[in-house]
């Protein structure tokens, strides 16, 4: 794909899963990545020039570490030509029977790392953003459409960032930016382990990213995913019904 050899993409969630997946697809095709993690190796914060790829240590849920990072990005004197807004976690809370005190934390964090992160970092990193040619690319999920009954807030902070994504394709257009939603089907990730079958594996699921930016495609939902974007078009009580017990 010479489409992103020399071109510059950052990648929150970087350190496993699709994230992880994704690093190595770009350097695969040539691309020089910034890999964001909450936790990189002692070394992560020097370029390694053997594998194109710069390390940084940020938790984007920190405006304070979001700001550096900011800084960082700025520092290395080239435009990003692709981000990725890949971090996220999903929890199941039970509104019900679970304590107030440890739901408000658990649902603070995960509003955080979903939602305020992603929207943030955008609008920080929007001025180093390559124009005209940029591309931003937000992972949201199924659950954007229909809602999963135990984990309510990771639907409503998917739901959210997908309005956002729609609504930022419109502002960023005239400015010769492009922005891609992202709809994963079951990954096979930490995130996703003992919950269902018939998983993409990672890597399947970067190189379906990766085709599809190729295509110039708005929205991404390989496999399964595709199946239930039509499902929701057709039949949404029975998507809702899938989803909601998953």
Do not use: W
Not at 19 to 42: C, D, K, N, Q, Y
Not at 143 to 172: D, H, I
């Amino acid at each position: 794909m010479p489409e992103f050899k020399g071109k510059t993409v950052l990648v929150t969630g970087a350190s496993r899963g699709i994230g992880r997946a994704l690093v190595e697809a770009f350097i695969a095709e040539g691309a020089r990545v910034v890999a964001v993690a909450r936790s990189v190796p002692a070394d992560g914060d020097r370029e390694e020039s053997n594998r194109n790829v710069t390390c940084i240590a940020c938790d984007i849920a920190s405006g304070v570490q979001r700001a550096a990072l900011a800084d960082s990005i700025r520092a290395l004197g080239r435009p990003i030509d692709i981000l990725v807004n890949n971090a996220g976690i999903q929890r199941s809370l039970d509104l019900t029977g679970d304590d107030p005190g440890a739901l408000c934390d658990a649902m603070e964090t995960e509003i955080a790392v979903n939602l305020v992160a992603p929207i943030c970092l955008t609008a920080q990193l929007m001025p180093v953003m390559a124009r005209p040619g940029g591309t931003i690319v937000n992972v949201t999920s199924l659950v954007a459409l229909q809602a999963k009954t135990s984990a309510p807030v990771y639907s409503a902070s998917k739901a959210g960032f997908q309005r956002f994504t729609e609504a930022l394709r419109r502002q960023v257009q005239p400015h010769g930016l492009r922005v891609v939603e992202v709809m994963p089907p079951l990954v096979d990730t930490a995130m996703t382990t003992g919950r269902g079958s018939r998983k993409l594996s990672p890597e399947d699921m970067a190189a379906a990213m990766l085709q599809g930016l190729v295509d110039r495609r708005e929205r991404i939902a390989p496999g399964i995913g595709r199946m239930g974007l039509a499902l929701n078009r057709i039949a949404p009580a029975l998507l809702a019904r899938i989803i909601g017990r998953q």
